[in-house]
């Protein structure tokens, strides 16, 4: 057929096609389709791809693109990525969408990192050490020896690990070596605190005493107390010690001078713990910024303000049965917001602006699990067998970790947790170094600590 006669025609045809019903115009292209052959079929598919198939990723702009992203999950988008170059660069560059995924994880988000295809990344190694974490993968098992006979007493800082044992010795050993960098002479040790410089032990000869790492010698001693010294706390600002202990009462030292400026009554059990710590909220008792010092026996809590003016009276004193049927577990976790406490009940917190108890965390679960740390995101707990991590968010215990046959202290100083800044949001950086530290019966220190990523 000429091409003028060929063109009239289709004219006629493509007229009476488009008079045709929908249901027509199929039975039509069904027809020709079945008259094609193997070039008109190839020819067809080729045109239908491009007419059908658009890729609509490409196409729109990209706030709009991100926009649609929004609604799918991480899962879906991963998969998505797999479609194409394009749409993998597209997926990858959609910051809030990684950043959002990460925070649903209880990872740290930190706003100044502007490279957006590093959240994507940031994300992937979220999900991995969220498994590790929920298939009781994430942590390892190292020991320390060293001492000759029982550890009482364990402090950590800045990955430094301070032992105080029955041996009549300190040591202090850098967990990620495992090496012992200073061992010092001593008392028996039942409560220890350090610095760069100096070691603070309180001792069961009842006496708190302060050494010089560098040298070995003691360089204060102090005397008063009837009963051993369970838990020591200070504060080089205020030239300040403060020491609880086994004769009901707490005492405030000072610290370079060794003399006692204050004995603090009230307790009618064993002080098994002091914490000096800055109050960072506002109220009628105390503003930002002023020093408290927490002392806690077996049943209460009390709140002390500490500062310039050393005569002070008790503030407040919580507890979580007014019978005193139910006892605390013996540690405790104040950050300047909040106090933190478990007990056979629960996990309690209090706000210390009013002293409420802002919520206790029951689940059959937590019944006598002793409180490790606590943060924004997560809480360290253990009992005999395990270490368990606490999603705060959903207040539902998500991992956990079997520990040896250990000697579990009543006063809570053989055994401790190291590294805290992960409960506050995992960042992908701060998942490293020691995760809990504990006495073992054969006088060594059982470690456990996060395993390097995958």
Not at 262 to 278: I, S, Y
Request: with cysteine; charged share 20%.
């Amino acid at each position: 057929m000429e091409r003028k006669d060929f063109e009239t025609w289709l004219d006629n045809i493509s007229v009476t096609f488009l008079s045709l019903t929908d249901l027509q115009k199929n039975e039509t292209l069904d027809h020709l389709i079945s008259l094609s052959g193997a070039v008109q079929l190839r020819h067809l598919s080729n045109n239908l791809e491009t007419l059908l198939k658009r890729d609509f990723l490409k196409l729109l702009p990209l706030e709009l693109s991100f926009y649609l992203l929004k609604w799918l999950d991480p899962q879906t988008l991963l998969t998505c990525c797999l479609v194409s170059k394009q749409w993998n660069k597209v997926i990858s560059a959609c910051t809030e969408v990684w950043q959002t995924a990460c925070k649903n994880l209880g990872w740290q988000i930190d706003d100044s990192v502007q490279d957006a295809l590093h959240w994507k990344k940031v994300y992937l190694k979220a999900i991995l050490r969220m498994k590790q974490l929920e298939d009781h993968e994430a942590f390892e098992t190292s020991s320390l020896i060293g001492h000759s006979a029982r550890v009482y007493a364990l402090y950590y800082k800045d990955g430094l690990l301070c032992t105080g044992s029955d041996d009549l010795s300190a040591k202090l050993w850098d967990v990620s070596t495992g090496q012992c960098v200073y061992g010092i002479q001593t008392h028996t040790c039942a409560a220890v605190k350090f610095d760069e410089q100096k070691l603070v032990t309180g001792s069961f000869d009842n006496t708190v005493a302060c050494w010089e790492w560098s040298s070995g010698a003691r360089t204060q001693h102090f005397r008063g107390h009837t009963g051993a010294v369970f838990s020591v706390d200070y504060n080089d600002e205020l030239d300040i010690l403060v020491s609880g202990s086994a004769d009901f009462t707490v005492k405030v030292w000072a610290l370079s001078a060794g003399t006692c400026l204050n004995t603090l009554t009230g307790h009618t059990e064993w002080v098994t713990k002091v914490v000096l710590q800055k109050c960072k909220v506002k109220s009628l008792l105390h503003s930002p910024g002023d020093y408290i010092l927490l002392s806690a026996d077996k049943y209460e809590i009390k709140i002390w303000p500490i500062g310039r003016e050393i005569n002070c009276k008790c503030l407040k004193t919580l507890s979580v049965s007014e019978d005193r049927s139910i006892c605390l577990q013996p540690r405790l976790h104040f950050d300047g917001k909040y106090i933190v406490c478990s007990s056979a009940l629960g996990l309690y917190q209090w706000d210390f602006a009013s002293y409420d108890i802002l919520r206790v965390i029951r689940t059959p679960e937590m019944a006598n699990l002793a409180l490790l740390g606590f943060g924004d995101v997560f809480a360290l707990l253990f009992d005999n067998r395990y270490l368990y991590i606490l999603d705060l968010r959903t207040e539902s215990l998500m991992s956990r970790w079997p520990l040896p046959e250990y000697r579990k202290s009543k006063r809570g100083s053989s055994f401790l947790a190291g590294e805290a800044s992960w409960l506050n949001g995992l960042d992908g950086h701060n998942d490293t170094g020691l995760v809990f530290a504990t006495s073992m019966p054969d006088h060594s220190i059982h470690l456990v600590l996060w395993k390097e990523h995958g």
